[in-house]
């Protein structure tokens, strides 16, 4: 008996991984527990009304069922605000005020840059400015983000670990590099927020792609940084194309409305979405 979640993003329409995914979250629930869904709506630009519509829709065509109120992000702002403010005051991240071509650029430069499984690990140029020169830059009102010192943090909270129903234990990596948590626009980044929507719902059980489990280690800090709960984890195959790659939305992958538009049942979708499931890395 746990409580989970299932948390899409309205930036496109569900496919057979969203559907793998909520199902697998919903059935982990198990008996007396509870299932809850979440709408990760905080990237604003490209999330659109219709598509959260069309979870809601898809959700119910597939015969999953939540209990509670759907939360939203946007409606949680300020909370992420004031944990991001907790992280600031405890000294465990910093302005970052490089452009994403600066970093680039200082990547290229450095030979055999290191590459992290979350992609290109930043090279730490802002992490060693004076406070100084930063407390100038921020008075100027140069754009920045906040970025989670790992290392740091790290030693603060001394060495950390977490468990997956499916795969193990793990330590927490101190060298995949610092994450950023807070945007530029002033909202949270995916992975503050999901840390605090967990435990604000009290989700004991995080169910998610496989994908994922390089990020679960940020996670497992910032929950530590935050007094927050640590959950137990349970990261699940991956539904894959004929090419073995991660669906996607920016790949357009298939939506589960074609699939009812096309005069598919829910339950060969599901037979379908199972068939597609890979416990490989995607490519």
Same mark, same amino acid.
């Given at each position: 008996? *746990?409580?989970?979640?299932?948390?899409? $993003?309205?930036t496109?329409? +569900?496919?057979?991984?969203?559907?793998y995914s909520? @199902?697998?979250?919903?059935? $982990? #629930?198990?008996e007396?527990?509870?299932?809850?869904?979440?709408?990760?709506? +905080?990237?604003?630009?490209?999330?659109?009304?219709s598509? /959260?519509?069309?979870?809601?829709?898809? +959700?119910?065509?597939?015969?999953?069922q939540w209990? &509670?109120?759907?939360?939203?992000q946007?409606?949680?702002?300020e909370v992420?605000?004031?944990?991001?403010?907790?992280?600031?005051?405890?000294?465990?991240?910093?302005?970052?005020?490089?452009s994403r071509?600066?970093?680039?650029?200082?990547?290229?430069? *450095?030979a055999?840059?290191?590459?992290?499984?979350?992609?290109?690990?930043?090279? &730490?140029?802002?992490?060693?400015?004076?406070?100084?020169?930063?407390?100038?830059?921020?008075?100027?009102?140069?754009?920045?983000? @906040?970025?989670?010192?790992?290392?740091?943090?790290?030693?603060r *909270?001394g060495?950390?670990? @977490?468990?997956?129903? !499916?795969?193990?234990?793990? /330590?927490?990596?101190?060298?995949?590099?610092?994450p =950023?948590?807070g945007r530029?626009?002033? *909202?949270?980044?995916y992975?503050?927020a999901?840390?605090?929507?967990?435990?604000?719902?009290?989700?004991?059980?995080?169910?998610r792609?496989?994908d994922?489990?390089p990020?679960?280690?940020?996670?497992?800090l !910032?929950?530590?940084?935050?007094?927050?709960?640590?959950p137990?984890y349970?990261?699940?195959?991956?539904?894959?194309?004929?090419?073995?790659h991660? !669906?996607?939305?920016?790949?357009?992958?298939?939506?589960i409305?074609?699939?009812? #538009?096309?005069g @598919?049942?829910?339950?060969? =979708?599901?037979?379908?979405?199972e &068939?597609?499931?890979?416990?490989?890395?995607?490519?």
């Amino acid at each position: 008996m *746990s409580i989970t979640r299932f948390a899409p $993003s309205p930036t496109g329409y +569900l496919h057979l991984g969203h559907a793998y995914s909520a @199902w697998f979250a919903m059935e $982990s #629930a198990g008996e007396g527990g509870q299932f809850r869904l979440r709408i990760e709506d +905080l990237e604003t630009e490209r999330v659109r009304e219709s598509f /959260v519509d069309a979870i809601y829709a898809d +959700l119910a065509w597939l015969g999953i069922q939540w209990q &509670g109120e759907v939360w939203r992000q946007t409606a949680r702002t300020e909370v992420y605000r004031q944990a991001l403010d907790r992280l600031i005051e405890g000294g465990d991240v910093y302005p970052c005020f490089c452009s994403r071509q600066a970093i680039e650029r200082e990547i290229a430069r *450095s030979a055999g840059a290191p590459q992290g499984e979350l992609g290109a690990i930043y090279p &730490g140029t802002c992490r060693n400015v004076d406070s100084i020169a930063r407390q100038r830059q921020m008075a100027r009102g140069e754009p920045h983000v @906040w970025r989670l010192d790992l290392q740091a943090a790290l030693a603060r *909270s001394g060495p950390l670990a @977490w468990r997956d129903r !499916l795969a193990g234990s793990f /330590v927490v990596d101190p060298t995949v590099g610092d994450p =950023v948590v807070g945007r530029r626009d002033g *909202s949270a980044s995916y992975h503050l927020a999901v840390v605090v929507d967990d435990a604000a719902q009290g989700i004991d059980l995080v169910t998610r792609g496989r994908d994922l489990i390089p990020a679960t280690g940020i996670h497992r800090l !910032l929950q530590a940084r935050l007094g927050l709960p640590a959950p137990e984890y349970a990261h699940h195959d991956l539904v894959v194309d004929e090419y073995r790659h991660r !669906l996607a939305k920016r790949d357009d992958a298939r939506a589960i409305r074609e699939y009812r #538009a096309q005069g @598919w049942t829910s339950a060969q =979708v599901r037979t379908a979405a199972e &068939g597609a499931r890979s416990s490989m890395k995607p490519v």
